[in-house]
């Protein structure tokens, strides 16, 4: 079992929907949660970042954690064809080094 | 810029020799950490290092990698012998005190001959 899970897609979506990415984690030590964007040949850029059970919400952009299930999302309101690009879920244990999943490839339909 | 710094952005390397990746934290962060991400696939932790010391290196294959991170200038990547399999994007990113969010580097995309 991969210790971080995303569906690699790609999961296409029309302009102004919502998309909604998935992420499993196997550690249930792992304390951080962090989405990571990255176009293609370049570097990731960080999105969004949660701690705590429960939303939090920047703009178009909500993460949502469930350590219970292990579960950890990203929702994107309004999505834009400027949004297509790889997701990446990283997951800090407290070591501090991320472990990412193979991200999921977005693409939004103008 | 006070971004994370690497160079070279690209780097060309034939079988056998070494090649070495910088990468500058961004100002404030003391804490640096390397990453590899090989031809589609994710990207794997390599090493992390604070000024002097290496934290943890569990990501680092055990020959012909080296990291440091001195007191003064960038830290270096290391990569000696070079072999065909080492053909990645190498990102750096870095993160200060208390704060563990990190921030990535535009990479070194490093092609072995």
């Known amino acids: 079992q991969k210790e971080v899970e995303q569906n690699s897609g790609p999961l296409s979506v029309p302009e102004g929907a919502i998309a909604s990415l998935n992420c499993t984690y196997s550690?249930?030590?792992?304390?951080?949660f962090f989405w990571y964007r990255q176009y293609s040949g370049k570097s990731p850029e960080l999105i969004m970042f949660?701690?705590?059970?429960g939303d939090k919400e920047d703009g178009r952009f909500t993460a949502q954690l469930n350590k219970a299930s292990q579960y950890v999302s990203l929702l994107i309101r309004d999505s834009q064809p400027s949004d297509s690009a790889t997701y990446l879920c990283?997951?800090?244990?407290?070591?501090?080094?991320?472990?990412f999943g193979s991200g999921t490839r977005l693409q939004v339909q103008p | 810029n006070a971004g994370v710094m690497q160079n070279p952005r690209h780097l060309v390397r034939r079988r056998g020799q070494e090649a070495r990746l910088r990468c500058s934290p961004m100002?404030?962060?003391?804490?640096v950490y390397w990453y590899r991400q090989l031809p589609e696939e994710g990207l794997k932790f390599m090493v992390y290092?604070?000024?002097?010391?290496?934290?943890?290196e569990s990501g680092m294959p055990k020959e012909r990698f080296s990291a440091e991170f001195p007191k003064e200038g960038p830290s270096i990547l290391r990569i000696q012998q070079v072999v065909r399999g080492d053909s990645a994007a190498y990102f750096c990113?870095?993160?200060?005190?208390?704060?563990?969010?990190?921030?990535f580097g535009p990479g070194t995309r490093l092609l072995v001959l």
């Open positions: 990113a870095s993160s200060g005190g208390v704060q563990e969010t990190q921030y």
């Open positions: 550690d249930r030590g792992s304390q951080s």
């Open positions: 949660i701690y705590s059970n």
């Open positions: 990283a997951v800090d244990t407290g070591r501090r080094a991320l472990t």
């Open positions: 100002k404030g962060h003391s804490h």
């Open positions: 290092l604070q000024k002097e010391n290496i934290i943890d």
